[in-house]
């Protein structure tokens, strides 16, 4: 009967998890700031999104020693931020391939 219990208590912690880590996450990204002027038409676009996203964890390695970020600014907005992303994942795979084991 007492591991019933334990497995009732360790379900509920999951689900308490569950509800705070977004809020946590909602509340934190809230207080995010993006100075005037981040968009610019005439700056990076999808391919250089691409290819910024592709590079991402080499310049990560890279940004430890020397004053460079990894992430164009400003950029053309979410045509850039799409680019990143699918470069990014291009490393990973995505998550069809975790979906698939």
């Not at 700031?33 to 999808?46: D, H, K, N, V």
């Not at 020693?65 to 680019?83: K, Q, T």
């Not at 992303?85 to 995505?94: I, K, N, R, Y």
């Amino acid at each position: 009967m007492s591991s019933a219990k334990g497995r009732d208590r360790s379900g509920l912690r999951c689900g308490v998890l569950a509800v705070a880590i977004p809020f946590v996450i909602l509340g934190l990204t809230g207080c995010a700031y993006q100075p005037s002027g981040a968009l610019s038409p005439s700056g990076p676009g999808f391919w250089l999104g691409l290819w910024h996203g592709f590079i991402a964890p080499i310049s990560l390695v890279g940004s430890l020693f020397s004053d460079h970020r990894i992430y164009a600014f400003p950029n053309a907005g979410v045509i850039y931020d799409l680019g990143f992303v699918l470069g990014l994942s291009a490393w990973g795979g995505g998550g069809a391939y975790s979906a698939r084991s």
